[in-house]
T-cell receptor, first 113, second 112 residues
Framework: AQSVTQPDIHITVSEGASLELRCNYS??????LFWYVQSPGQGLQLLLK??????LVQGIKGFEAEFKRSQSSFNLRKPSVHWSDAAEYFC???????????FGKGTSLLVTP | SQTIHQWPATLVQPVGSPLSLECTVE??????LYWYRQAAGRGLQLLFY??????ISSEVPQNLSASRPQDRQFILSSKKLLLSDSGFYLC???????????FGPGTRLTVL
């Protein structure tokens, strides 16, 4: 069965510092991988996705993620964090023939001045 | 472009009362539709998904039900709410055969 683990429940970074949010998945075949962001009281917005091809994917708002099959990871990165990036971040995995996404439990990002 | 609507945005209901949450999608045809519930600190739990009118799959047994009376309309219902039904309910859609899901703004349900 598919599963997603986000090891960090909370992360605090200073504005302007770099960011890396970890995501590990468990899936037998090549998964479809996603990162979503959620501001308080809002729905989820898709940041980026990986289906196949180049393992480094670029997303919106300056985010990128790298798919590493050997490590079963899909970590999200941003070189310089802005205060507006403070939010909840969710990693998700989907099967190529299924309908549902499995979401991690999320990482809450706090950005300090 | 496609948009997804949910209403109401917030709802406070007494235990034992009925529930009806509505989700509609514009700008696409025959979408896959999904209902998720989000509880604090527990991520997203898939409740129901639908691949077509009248076709509903349930992921979690509970006192909730879903219906899809029209192609782009998805309704979440309950006959009698429980305290444990409180949470943030999110509707999402995806194109058939793809997994990328697009989420609505959500409904905050509080059961007292």
């Amino acid at each position: 069965a598919q599963s997603v683990t986000q090891p960090d429940i909370h992360i605090t970074v200073s504005e302007g510092a770099s960011l890396e949010l970890r995501c590990n998945y468990s899936y037998g075949a090549t998964p479809y991988l996603f990162w979503y962001v959620q501001s308080p009281g809002q729905g989820l917005q898709l940041l980026l996705k990986y289906f196949s091809g180049d393992t480094l994917v670029q997303g919106i708002k300056g985010f990128e993620a790298e798919f590493k099959r050997s490590q079963s990871s899909f970590n999200l990165r941003k070189p310089s964090v802005h205060w507006s990036d403070a939010a909840e971040y969710f990693c998700a995995v989907g099967a190529n023939s299924g309908y549902a996404l499995n979401f991690g439990k999320g990482t809450s990002l706090l950005v300090t001045p | 472009s496609q948009t997804i609507h949910q209403w109401p945005a917030t709802l406070v209901q007494p235990v034992g009362s009925p529930l009806s949450l509505e989700c509609t999608v514009e700008g696409t045809s025959n979408p896959n539709l999904y209902w998720y519930r989000q509880a604090a600190g527990r991520g997203l739990q898939l409740l129901f998904y639908s691949v077509g009118i009248g076709q509903i799959s349930s992921e979690v047994p509970q006192n909730l039900s879903a219906s899809r009376p029209q192609d782009r309309q998805f309704i979440l219902s309950s006959k009698k709410l429980l305290l444990s039904d409180s949470g943030f309910y999110l509707c999402a859609w995806s194109r058939v055969a793809y997994n990328e899901q697009f989420f609505g703004p959500g409904t905050r349900l509080t059961v007292l």
